[in-house]
């Protein structure tokens, strides 16, 4: 199956600053790559997405950016909060399916 | 409200006992989905479903089984096979066509004794 590399598996920002997370893939079939947010016990939840005919997509303080030529995509945090404080993971779709990496814990330091 | 509904939340059982998860979505999607999910590693698909009476394993699927006899449900069964049943479960479900939003319930959380 599809294999995504997420690094780092740990983050910690000051508040205020900005956190980016990376991720790398092998297929070059790939498509649709999103990214979810995980709080505490509960599920993870859709926060940004980006096809691959779009290199960049911005929502107010979150950003996604793609690579494809170089197999890579990015989720930037700016003016990060400590409700930002969760476990982010990448995922990409092929093959029928969503494969995710193996995620971020990301903590702000007030 | 509309969304996915797991049960339930927590759950105890025995060595050598097989345990259903319930998953049930009044969202009208036809794609219904099983993840694992086990500390540093991620979620890894177990089984997944694109219409009712049809499924597909996962990466993970050995140990587990699944029916889709109705569009709005999806159990998961963890069997006595299953070598390492202890983790976290999230059923998820979504539109098919476009790769689009999985819409994740709030997970059951299997331990076995």
């Known amino acids: 199956g599809e294999n995504v590399e997420q690094h780092p598996s740990t983050l910690s920002v000051q508040e205020g600053d900005s956190a980016v997370i990376k991720c790398t893939y092998s297929d070059s079939a790939s498509n649709y790559f999103p990214w979810y947010k995980q709080e505490l016990g509960k599920g993870p939840q859709l926060i940004i997405d980006i096809r691959s005919n779009v290199g960049e997509k911005k929502d107010q303080r979150i950003a996604v950016t793609l690579n494809k030529t170089a197999k890579h995509f990015s989720l930037h945090i700016t003016e990060t909060q400590p409700e930002d404080s969760a476990v982010y993971f990448c995922?990409?779709?092929?093959?029928?399916?969503?494969?995710f990496g193996t995620g971020t814990r990301l903590t702000i330091i007030p | 409200d509309g969304g996915i509904t797991q049960s339930p939340k927590y759950l105890f059982r025995k060595e050598g006992q097989n345990v259903t998860l319930s998953c049930e979505q009044n969202l009208n999607h036809d794609a219904m989905y099983w993840y694992r999910q086990d500390p540093g590693q991620g979620l890894r698909l177990i089984y997944y479903?694109?219409?009712?009476?049809?499924?597909q394993k996962g990466d993970i699927a050995e140990g587990y089984s699944v029916s889709r006899e109705k569009k709005e449900s999806f159990p998961l069964t963890v069997t006595s096979a299953q070598k390492n049943p202890t983790a976290f479960y999230l059923c998820?479900?979504?539109?098919?066509?476009?790769?689009?939003?999985?819409?994740f319930g709030e997970g059951s959380r299997l331990t076995v004794l």
């Open positions: 479903s694109q219409i009712v009476n049809d499924f």
């Open positions: 998820a479900s979504s539109r098919t066509g476009t790769p689009g939003e999985l819409f």
């Open positions: 995922a990409l779709f092929g093959n029928e399916k969503l494969t």
